[in-house]
């Protein structure tokens, strides 16, 4: 569905986060997203020209961390992937500790503001 329309993939995530913000009365909450991975089954050709919906999805994961304040991404790239998709339960550790530390940035940052 998103892989036909880009452009509503950035206020979709963009509006969620908002939302969330709104719904629990923290407009300052830090918000880290793991930038998804692009496994073989997110992604099962090459896509070179970056048109695939997992190249769609994974850009607007980076502006939304580039345009809206209180928003870090993570990589996971670097990572191997087991049964395609998934992490062992040890780089599940280092995702835990990426998360944590983007946290801790994100937080200081809004209280520095």
Known sequence: MLGRYPAAVWPVL???????????????????????V????????????????MAIVRGAQNQIAKTVAGVATI?????????????????QLVIGHRFGAAFKRLHKDADAR
């Open 38 to 53: 692009n496994s073989r089954i997110a992604q099962p050709t090459s896509d070179p020209e970056m048109k695939s919906p």
């Open 75 to 91: 990589n996971v790239d670097d990572l191997p992937n087991v049964n395609t998709h998934h992490f062992t339960a040890t780089d």
């Open 14 to 36: 963009s509006d969620l986060i908002g939302a969330l913000r709104n719904r629990y009365a923290t407009e300052e909450t830090p918000f880290v997203l793991a930038r998804s």
